[in-house]
């Protein structure tokens, strides 16, 4: 991976991220360039610090403009840096949550500003408020898009990935938020489900319900989201007609062993000697970003210890896809993937029982970005997306 803002990587990669959704109007290139320079490089809390700072003067400024469009798309933008000012905080750090509560309400204050119209309903999932916002095309409706993030996803970090791309080619959407995710970790302390498709049903339900939805129904599940969609359409074929893995994510164990020393990989499939696991979890807290990726999914699978994260961690896994997933399949491999080999998407696109299953893998040599989900590259991926979507 080319170095364009740092050398470290995970600070590499969010601020590729940042770039991403620059299209969509959530970042801008000067902005972004104008922060970085400031980061200490590998420093987390300069990384905090300094999207805190440019995010608040963005926000101030803004509060200022008279043209309510200008104020639309800076309080836009400021919703995202705050999202990266708040990514390598800690979840006891109470500046965490300080930093989504800004990022969110900006999002929905700049929303309000413009002109796009949406619904925002909270549906009860296991007595718990799971969100979701519903997007209307201005065009003659292809279908509905259900979109889920992943791992470190927000609810609202949606909007620019896949709403508005969707929106523009003619697809109604529905972005949903999920257990282990957004609003349901933070405030409500309910982790990761491996029984996706419940959640799924109960969001699709809904909506049947209540709204003429366009079929068909398209899937869309980014990152380990990808990973919860193909359990969820394997384990209930009735709830999608397509689905898209943007991208392919193996089982968390996999992802597990990118990061890990290999003689400890033979652990995962066990789980680690008293003694061993406290040897492994010192070599962890001493790197920065796998103690940051381990802390992360300790608090969004409900984790107390290592070896409990690798017990919980292994119910999240594609074994029910290899066998089972027979809805129509569009998978996105990257082929200098950060958290798995992308010879796994290979074989997992190969071994699907789907009739109806095309692959995509991104490399450098066809496509502007060989990382993971197609961090960066706003059109690649949609570009094939919809491409694969007009060929049905």
């Known amino acids: 991976m080319t170095s364009h803002f740092f050398k ?33 490089d590998g420093h987390y809390q300069s990384w905090h610090l300094e999207w805190k700072n440019f995010a608040q003067k963005l926000e101030n400024r803004a509060q200022g403009f008279l043209s309510t469009t200008n104020k639309a798309n800076a309080l836009m933008r400021a919703s995202r840096y705050y999202q990266a000012a708040e990514f390598f905080l800690d979840p006891s750090d ?55 993030g992943g791992f470190d996803a927000l609810l609202e970090e949606l909007y620019f990935t896949s709403a508005i791309p969707a929106l523009n080619n003619g697809y109604d959407v529905v972005l949903y938020e999920g257990p282990g995710q957004s609003d349901m970790i933070r405030y409500h302390q309910l982790s990761f489900e491996k029984n996706w498709q419940l959640v799924v049903k109960e969001v699709i339900d809904f909506y049947q319900h209540h709204y003429q ?18 359990r969820a359409a394997s384990l209930d074929a009735s709830l999608f007609d397509r ?13 597990f062993k990118k990061s890990l020393p290999f003689f400890l990989h033979r652990y995962l499939d066990t789980q680690f000697p ?70 796994l998407g290979l074989y997992f696109h190969q071994a699907i029982p789907a009739k109806n299953k095309k692959l995509i893998l991104f490399d450098k040599e066809n496509y502007s970005t060989d990382l993971h989900c197609q961090n960066g590259s706003f059109y690649d991926c949609n570009d094939q997306l919809y491409e694969w979507l007009l060929a049905k």
């Open 213 to 230: 939805l366009r079929m068909p129904k398209i899937g869309i599940g980014i990152s380990l989201g990808g990973l919860l969609t193909a």
């Open 94 to 148: 109470t500046a965490k949550l300080e930093m989504y509560q800004k990022s969110v309400s900006l999002f929905y204050q700049a929303l309000a500003l413009t002109n796009v119209q949406y619904s925002a309903h909270t549906i009860q999932y296991q007595e718990t408020p799971l969100r979701t916002l519903y997007f209307k095309t201005h065009k003659q409706s292809k279908g509905t898009f259900f979109v889920c």
């Open 8 to 40: 470290t990587f995970e600070f590499e990669f969010e601020a590729t991220r940042l770039m991403w959704i620059a299209p969509s109007g959530g970042s801008d290139f000067a902005e972004v360039a104008a922060v970085t320079e400031k980061i200490k």
């Open 274 to 343: 008293t003694w061993l696991e406290k040897i492994a979890s010192t070599y962890i807290a001493h790197k920065k970003f796998l103690n940051w990726q381990v802390e992360h999914a300790k608090w969004t699978f409900a984790a107390t210890s290592l070896n409990d994260l690798i017990q919980k961690c292994r119910d999240f896994n594609e074994e029910i896809a290899l066998s089972q997933l027979h809805t129509d399949c569009l998978t996105f491999v990257a082929k200098n993937d950060n958290y798995y080999d992308y010879h």
């Open 243 to 255: 689905i898209v893995l943007y991208n392919y994510f193996p089982s968390m164990i996999a992802s």
